[in-house]
């Protein structure tokens, strides 16, 4: 078994938690030893992406699995889809919410950056009051009749049935019926994160998941007021690790174990002895430990290969390639952290 964080010491009565369990949601859930690699992985992930924030060279970390395999960071903001997603689409000198909602909306359909550079490129400003379905299907269906990958395969978008023969048309017709039947007004006016999500919901091929994926990128936005703490839906890779972390006794609780993480996150880090200091102070959000779950289902694959999930997926698919290109750091400026240039 590999272990995180090698050559620590690991701090004694650091196994109270599992011995004696944890209450959550009315149960006791008795952890296993994944329980405790989440919150190594977490230390050790954050390091990694501090390290290369401050140009050091690499490698930056001595963990194998680490410095082998991709996986994404701690905060889901400080992606680099997600930094493209808030400087370029949200934050890019367009106040207007409507063209706000609908740039997001766009691009996280397809979740790629070369797709919206080839939008942008072709189109220059893409803004809904100057669209025209024939000429956005013209510049996408060109790239992807010469081979273009147009989506990202971070997850599933499934395409809505409204009438078209190609995936990104019925995308095009879903942000059509999305920007005329009200939602950028309706998402506007909801008074909580769950009531903007419930308005994604309600439009068609939008999943629970997928809801609140689109509801956390357009709370990037400086309009909408809402705390990523408000609340959390468990996607399939977080269900993996939550059972991974927990066993079969975490079944249906999943977000409330989710919130736990959120809510005692500092307890762990210094009851294991583990430097995290957050997103220049900021904690792990309820949606950061989600992500985490699932990453941390994709680490134990080769930690610990004996602890099995829901998807019984045994290997990590896409390996690491280190980069020289610079680490992009600007958030959403309502979160008073970014750094003065």
Excluded at 79 to 87: E, K
Excluded at 148 to 155: D, G, I, K, Q, T
Excluded at 284 to 298: A, G, M, S, T
Aim: aromatic share 12%; with cysteine.
């Amino acid at each position: 078994m590999v272990t995180l964080l090698q050559g620590r010491r690991r701090p004694e009565g650091s196994g109270a938690a599992a011995a004696a369990g944890i209450r959550i949601a009315g149960r006791i859930l008795h952890p296993t030893p994944v329980f405790e690699t989440y919150w190594r992985f977490a230390a050790a992930r954050q390091a990694v992406y501090e390290a290369r924030l401050s140009g050091g060279r690499g490698p930056w970390t001595s963990d194998p699995i680490l410095s082998r395999y991709r996986f994404t960071n701690c905060y889901r903001a400080a992606d680099r889809v997600s930094q493209v997603l808030i400087g370029d689409v949200i934050y890019d000198g367009e106040s207007e919410w409507e063209e706000v909602f609908f740039r997001t909306l766009l691009f996280k359909v397809f979740n790629k950056e070369s797709t919206w550079r080839l939008l942008t490129g072709e189109l220059g400003e893409v803004r809904w009051d100057g669209y025209d379905h024939r000429v956005f299907d013209r510049v996408l269906s060109r790239a992807f009749a010469a081979g273009e990958r147009l989506y990202s395969a971070a997850y599933i978008v499934p395409p809505p049935q409204l009438g078209e023969q190609r995936k990104h048309r019925n995308h095009l017709r879903l942000l059509e019926m999305m920007m005329t039947a009200g939602a950028p007004e309706k998402i506007l006016a909801a008074s909580t994160l769950r009531d903007a999500y419930e308005v994604l919901l309600g439009y068609p091929a939008i999943g629970p998941f997928l809801a609140y994926q689109f509801v956390i990128d357009l709370n990037y936005a400086a309009q909408m007021p809402f705390s990523e703490m408000d609340f959390v839906v468990p996607g399939p890779g977080a269900r993996d690790g939550i059972r991974k972390c927990f066993g079969v006794a975490a079944d249906g609780i999943e977000a409330d174990v989710i919130r736990y993480m959120a809510d005692t996150q500092d307890e762990h880090f210094a009851r294991l002895g583990l430097d995290f200091a957050g997103l220049r102070g900021r904690p792990l959000q309820l949606i950061d430990c989600q992500n985490l779950f699932c990453e941390v289902d994709k680490y134990a694959r080769v930690a610990h290969p004996e602890i099995a999930g829901i998807s019984g997926r045994s290997r990590i698919k896409q390996t690491y390639r280190s980069s020289t290109a610079p680490v992009p750091a600007w958030f959403p400026p309502k979160w008073g952290i970014n750094v003065p240039c």
